[in-house]
């Protein structure tokens, strides 16, 4: 556990090697400390953006946020002594501020909202107190360590804490929840002070209770992103940073343990839209509700790509990194994770896809030009606090967003419920039918991609399993690359009395023309028959942009809905105000050989897609028969290949069942488009 300080030791050999190579300057802590210092690379423009930033605190203006690790950082790569006496402080003053509250029976500031900021209260305290050791008094050294040893025990048996002799119970908030922003804060302390203060029972409390309740989370979310969403999902820089932390301490790689750091790179290189700018706004946006990349997002690639160096992971994460619009840290407050040496090679993606399981999260595009047509689909599962009931809901970015959630529009992001997303929104009277959260009850997505098409299928029915009004809901979704077609079709079953409103929400005020409904380079066009259009402005928290609300009378059991990019690389830009037009694009030949027949026939038809592997995709193919009196007679299931999909009808009914000689018609509905054929059955 503790750091090693013999001349010849291998992280001695290394710090010689970096030393020789002119790539950094590494000093170590005085003896007897616990925490080594961190190899950091004194000749990139953070590091002097840095030394900036701590020279004008160690002059009386500190700026924003300016923490006492950012002077303990600059110490560790200078001699200066200044900067120690700085974060001594600092330091001093907050103890000292809580000694005062203490004493008046009231908690200290620390302890607000909930101990959130206790990670970056105790990491000051505990690199102060180890690295400038030598500065303190026996008195300090006393009294910081009481401070440090009460607030970590408080964090983890809240419903006995106290501060001095009077109880200060609290609600405990995620300090068991591995998968919340909280408990990064709540290790980031542990970690940081066991370490520094050499306390075995800290450690072994972290060995044997925390950090195996932290690796065994992260074990089911292997294919990375957070369930908080993408606006608190950013906390996983902090979480990176304990990896960081805890290998450099004591070899021990705890992002290791799972692929899911791993697997966040590929996560958020494909979460950031093609102008990379912007990103999936899934979930509480924590900063500001509009989903702009930020130094936080740079932070946790950093901190994941130097944890998976040499990766195809990592040399993709460098490419994003070198692309995306914060080409640098933007807030002086944020370069202390940024000041360390990055890998030089550089990978620009090639897949079009990318799915987290767990998440639910599917994100899909038609190049990795700036230009191109990106597409969020989401179906997994719904648990934590700053989730949304956003499950089935999707986006369109072309340029600019096209589709996507309202929450973006309002001050604080926050906006939960299922009417600020496109999904399907069942009322019972005046009252929204919720999504329900549930840690096993999850929605399920399978999905199937093509070099043009992606066809995905969500069964979100069990987001409603304690709710006997909404039985079942199944959204399909074909991305057509080529055409830049987005179709939509959900079936669903509700009970009697139930309403279902298809919704959409755009940016841009749509416009109904026709049988179509244009939002500025998007058209939307329902595909079934007596649909009610209903278009309304947000006008809350404050807001902006407009929502499409369809409905079908009667008791309706589906909807179908195509969407179509107008964008000018992959046509001619001529927008298309019908539906008829619409269809027509996405029309293919549905062929009855022989026709007529006797006794069997083969019917058939082509699909934009190579290949189907599972048998649920190929059921949004099913080819209905109807007699001539328009009543259906059975179902069939083709079998797909290569594009090509075809199956036997014997002549039977459902009850096997020869019919009767007569004109009978074939119908299914493929790559969108209800088709039809006529057959003719002679005895």
């Not at 030791?9 to 710090?15: D, P, V, Y």
């Not at 990896?243 to 290791?256: I, V």
């Not at 074909?478 to 940016?507: C, H, M, Y």
């Not at 022989?594 to 082509?606: D, L, Q």
Request: hydrophobic share 35%; aromatic share 12%; proline share 3%.
């Amino acid at each position: 556990m503790k750091y090693s300080h013999s001349p010849l030791s291998g992280f001695m050999k290394t710090a010689i090697l970096f030393l020789a190579l002119g790539l950094f300057v590494l000093r170590f802590a005085a003896f007897g400390a616990q925490i080594p210092y961190f190899a950091i690379d004194t000749t990139s423009n953070e590091f002097s953006r840095l030394k900036a930033f701590v020279d004008r605190a160690v002059g009386g203006s500190p700026g924003y946020d300016f923490s006492a690790v950012d002077a303990m950082l600059m110490y560790s790569a200078s001699e200066n002594s200044a900067y120690a006496e700085l974060a001594i402080t600092m330091v001093e003053e907050m103890v000292t501020a809580a000694e005062a509250s203490i004493a008046s029976g009231q908690r200290p500031s620390i302890s607000g909202d909930s101990y959130l900021y206790v990670g970056r209260n105790i990491q000051a305290l505990a690199l102060t107190y180890d690295w400038a050791a030598d500065r303190l008094s026996e008195n300090q050294k006393q009294r910081w360590k009481a401070f440090a040893d009460q607030a970590i025990y408080n964090i983890w048996n809240h419903e006995d804490a106290k501060w001095g002799e009077t109880s200060h119970s609290w609600s405990g908030w995620s300090n068991n929840n591995p998968g919340n922003n909280y408990y990064y804060s709540f290790m980031t302390a542990t970690m940081y002070w066991a370490v520094a203060s050499d306390n075995q029972e800290w450690l072994n409390f972290l060995k044997t209770d925390r950090i195996p309740l932290l690796t065994n989370y992260f074990k089911d979310l292997s294919g990375g992103g957070s369930m908080e969403g993408t606006g608190y999902g950013t906390s996983h820089m902090h979480l990176f940073h304990l990896y960081h932390f805890w290998k450099n301490t004591t070899e021990e790689d705890l992002s290791d343990s799972s692929s899911h750091c791993l697997n966040s790179i590929d996560y958020w290189v494909h979460a950031t839209v093609p102008t990379l700018e912007r990103f999936a706004p899934i979930g509480d946006q924590s900063r500001v509700s509009g989903a702009i990349l930020f130094d936080y997002h740079r932070t946790l690639m950093v901190n994941a790509v130097l944890l998976n160096e040499e990766t195809e992971q990592a040399k993709r994460g460098m490419w994003w990194l070198n692309n995306i619009s914060i080409d640098e840290v933007q807030q002086s407050y944020n370069l202390k994770e940024n000041i360390y040496k990055l890998p030089e090679t550089a990978t620009k993606p090639q897949t079009l896809h990318y799915f987290s399981e767990r998440m639910g999260d599917l994100f899909a595009r038609t190049s990795w030009d700036t230009n191109a047509t990106w597409v969020h689909f989401k179906a997994g599962y719904f648990y934590e606090s700053h989730a949304h009931q956003d499950q089935g809901s999707f986006s369109i970015y072309n340029a600019s967003w096209q589709a996507v959630t309202e929450n973006i529009h309002t001050h604080s992001g926050i906006h939960q419920s299922t009417d600020v997303h496109n999904v399907i929104r069942f009322n019972n009277g005046g009252e929204v039918i919720p999504q329900r959260r549930s840690e096993t009850d999850a929605s399920e997505m399978i999905f199937y991609d093509s070099s043009n098409v992606l066809i995905a299928r969500a069964d979100l029915s069990k987001i409603y399993s304690r709710s006997e009004q909404v039985k079942s809901w199944t959204r399909n979704i074909l991305f057509n690359r080529a055409k830049n077609t987005l179709s939509v079709k959900d079936t669903f079953d509700i009970e009697s009395g139930i309403t279902a409103t298809w919704q959409l929400n755009t940016p841009v005020e749509p416009v109904v023309d026709g049988d179509s409904i244009i939002a500025g380079k998007l058209v939307i066009a329902p595909r079934d028959d007596n649909v009610e259009i209903n278009i309304s402005n947000w006008n809350q928290d404050p807001g902006d942009g407009w929502k499409i609300e369809l409905t079908r009378p009667g008791s309706p059991s589906t909807f179908n809905v195509l969407l179509r990019v107008n964008a000018p690389t992959t046509w001619d830009g001529k927008i298309v105000h019908s539906k008829k037009q619409l269809l027509s694009e996405q029309h293919t030949e549905l062929k009855v050989s022989p026709n007529p027949f006797y006794s069997s026939t083969t019917i058939s038809f082509s699909i934009p897609v190579t290949a189907f592997n599972t048998s649920a995709i190929q059921e949004s193919y099913l080819i209905s028969l109807f007699n001539s009196n328009g009543q259906l007679i059975r179902k069939l299931l083709p079998d797909c290949t290569s594009g090509h999909c075809s199956t036997l009808w014997d002549g039977t009914d459902y009850n096997a069942r020869r019919v009767i000689p007569g004109i009978y018609t074939s119908q299914v509905n493929a790559s969108g488009s209800i088709i039809n054929n006529r057959m003719i059955i002679i005895r």
